[in-house]
């Protein structure tokens, strides 16, 4: 999707799906319930925030191929949130408190990726993060590229991937969910 693409109409009954999946999770995330976030995704979710790079006009890439800030599965999503509910996650107390602010929905045609029950969707997120009363907030800029999967009435997230819009990213760590 590096180049504009037409997406579906907002009123097509896959676009309102998806945009109501991505309100929800993100009330989810804001709420810390991280279990109830793992069962959002599918058992094959991949979950990747590629480490952004700034090159010049014609090199034809923006991002590192062989290094992601996230590069994670299933196991790894369920052992980071396992680590969040124990007194060792010392990078999380306190808590952070954060806003995800979800925008710019497009969802496209799954283009072969799985068939009818696919949909790709992106998303703009601003992602407002407070990690207590005097440091300073602190912000990520990302687009998101999901797929998301349809199960009977169920719709699950089977891929994100996240591109941040900083080679440098402003926050102290990555312990949290984009």
Not at 7 to 21: E, K, N, T
Not at 35 to 47: F, K, S
Request: with cysteine.
């Amino acid at each position: 999707m590096n180049a504009y693409e037409p997406s579906l109409p907002f009123d097509d009954a896959r676009h309102l799906a998806a945009h109501r999946f991505l309100v929800e999770e993100a009330a989810i995330l804001d709420a810390g319930d991280w279990a109830r976030w793992l069962g959002l995704l599918t058992e094959d979710i991949r979950y990747v925030m590629p480490v952004r790079v700034t090159t010049v006009h014609d090199t034809g890439y923006d991002a590192r191929a062989d290094m992601a800030h996230f590069d994670e599965d299933r196991y790894a999503l369920e052992k980071r949130v396992q680590r969040l509910l124990t007194d060792h996650a010392w990078t999380e107390d306190p808590p952070s408190r954060t806003r995800h602010l979800v925008t710019n929905v497009r969802t496209f045609d799954s283009d072969g990726d799985g068939g009818a029950d696919h949909v790709r969707v992106e998303s703009s997120l601003l992602l407002f993060r407070s990690r207590g009363d005097d440091r300073p907030a602190e912000y990520v800029c990302a687009v998101r590229r999901d797929v998301l999967r349809r199960s009977g009435a169920t719709v699950r997230l089977a891929a994100r991937h996240i591109t941040v819009e900083e080679s440098v990213l402003r926050t102290q760590n990555l312990a949290i969910f984009l």
